[in-house]
């Protein structure tokens, strides 16, 4: 087995760094990957990758460059998917594989306040909506099944599922508009 | 706007059309302000994910820790941090990848030598596809315990000691330090600024790693606690004892304690079964109470089956063979009983009946005392339901078709002859793998016995005229073979389901079909 010899603050840095970026790194694959299996396989490759190459990445880079970093290494691994796919909609998606790798590199300064907003929204919701969110990201389940499994229609289930993300995006927006007017 | 919005949440949801999907990216592209629109729908979508299959673990882990007995130290803020923890350790992620992982420094103590993992965001990690797939997966299964943290240059990490290898030794003495000290570690979450309160010294934790081309990673980190251990050990050790056997000294022995329902034919107890290595339940016969009422089936356990499915090694087919029979000696019983040719269709009895074996065979006192005496041609079938019985036989055929036994050939289509036409076509479709190391005289005999059924299904369908014309084939590209019948490449008219057609006409269609395909597969055997 080929041995690298790597410095132990290395190790440190790279976790450090990694568990910063992944958030941005899900983000990305999620919003052009959507079936969550594959996201979550993605995810796994890109870790691998960055790990790899490690050493090319800047000594001197901080967490931003590193965010943007393997970002980037998402960016092929995404290509690669969508490429194996070949439909037409993910040429399309590929197409603009770009524009929304800049812009999470734009919003990752938000991402942390963001998820503690959410939590806090999601205490309102409750009841039916909760539980078809429950279905969808918990167990991932499609709209059809979700259907199936709570006795309702498919249409119930992406009226509920459109709305009470509406309500989830007007709570965070309200509680980081707030939060930015107190300070 | 809100249209758009509606089309990335229907797009994020994987449920967008083509053309939506195409509105939406151009959409994107027209303004970076769009694209940034775009990413934090995405991004909540992202954090929805996470939050949701984290509190999920949650909920299962804490389920395990209702009772769990308090110790003097615990305080009731700590245990509710505890519950934290599993899912926390559930979705580490070993960034120590592949030989290019091995984060040890040169002139270094060797107890600084450490393999890192990195805890990440809930949600984050795949799920099994199969029964046992990770434990198939991974090439190290090994527990670990956590230590005390000790500080880094930038860090402090949670030291985690190797208690035990369940899988991959010999991968895991390549880890090993100068002294011969496997040490992992997991960044303390209080310094990961993510999972703050996560940690308790001296619990244990299970951890999958994968090696590949890439060098390693993790599949899966399980956190072992309170009720947790022992039920994860009930699971997984006895598939890995399965999966595992062919790499053992003398797999065959191994297999025999395992899997040979011989090992339990004389009443031994459990603490003796121990002794003998066959402690865990992983194949038997059904066993009954007094009064006959059964109290678990035959058949082989999940562990086994999966064990053997994902290791097919045909120095286990002889045990499988065994269990075989029994069903086979039923089987046959059955065909001869409804006086009819062997290979003939039997009248069933219906779904969740008593198998009848009881009555052909003697009481189940008697079948019991046989079956202690090592009588091979019993076994005690004690109200045990056709269902369960033709469950387990598919299972034991499905292994045996994976290791190409060609001696179970002609017990199978015995067996299969005791079927209806429906539930035979699974075991017909097993016949190819079955029979690919088949001598001539075997494959005859299947093709011969094929060709009763096949000539005794079209007398029976001519004798049952149907209301409604069979669909029309597509035109067959392939030469003619002499059978008009021989199914052609799955085409729409093939498989279109006029109206007015009646019930069950599908599921003998079907039946014909894989009669047709697999004689067809028979004579490439014969030919080849």
Known sequence: ?183 | MKNIEDIIVAHLNDEASAEQVKRLFEWVREEPENAKEFARCALLHAQLRGQFAGEKRVHASGETLVGRPSTSSQTRKSRRNWKFIAPALAVCLLIAVGASVWFRSAGRGAGDDLIVLALIEQGIANKPVMPFAFEADADVIAVLVMGQPRSGRQQQVIRMELVEVLKGDQHVGSLRSADGVVSFGCIKPENSGLLSGMYREGERVAVYLKRSGDGWSTLRMNHLTGKDEPKWNARIRPFLDVLLASEADNPEQRYAVLLDRALRKTGQKADQLAANGAGNRLASPATSTADGKTKSRSGLSDAAYYGLLYNPDPRAAEFLRKMLMVSVDFGSKKAKGAGLPASIGVPRKPKGTETGAVDSLGSPAEKAAQFADGNPNTFPLIRETRDARRQSTRQLVTLLAKMHDAQSVRPVMIYTASLSESDRISFLQKLPGLCRDADVGTLRFVRGELNQYVAFHKSKTSLEPSPEPRPVRSPDPRPADGNHLEPGPKGKSADQKPKGRRPGDDEQHDYYRTLIKTRHSIEKLLKG
């Open chain 1, 1 to 183: 087995m080929q041995e690298f010899k790597v410095d132990q603050a290395q190790v440190s840095r790279f976790a450090t760094l990694w568990t910063q970026a992944q958030t941005s790194v899900f983000a990305v694959i999620s919003a052009t990957v959507t079936n969550f299996a594959d996201a979550e396989d993605v995810l796994q490759k890109v870790s691998s990758v960055a790990v790899s190459k490690f050493d090319q990445f800047d000594a001197d880079g901080d967490s931003k460059a590193f965010v943007g970093w393997t970002v980037a290494i998402a960016r092929f691994e995404i290509l690669r998917y969508l490429r194996d796919r070949g439909t037409d909609r993910h040429t399309y998606i590929a197409e603009s594989l770009g524009e929304i790798a800049q812009a999470f590199e734009e919003i990752a300064p938000e991402y942390f306040e963001r998820r503690e907003a959410l939590a806090e929204c999601m205490k309102q919701i409750k009841g039916r909506s909760r539980d078809v969110l429950a279905k969808r990201y918990g167990e991932g389940l499609k709209t059809g099944a979700i259907a199936n499994v709570l006795g309702l229609t498919t249409g119930n289930v992406s009226v509920i599922l459109n709305r009470t993300y509406r309500t989830l995006r007007e709570c965070v927006e309200g509680r980081l508009a707030a939060e930015r007017g107190m300070s």
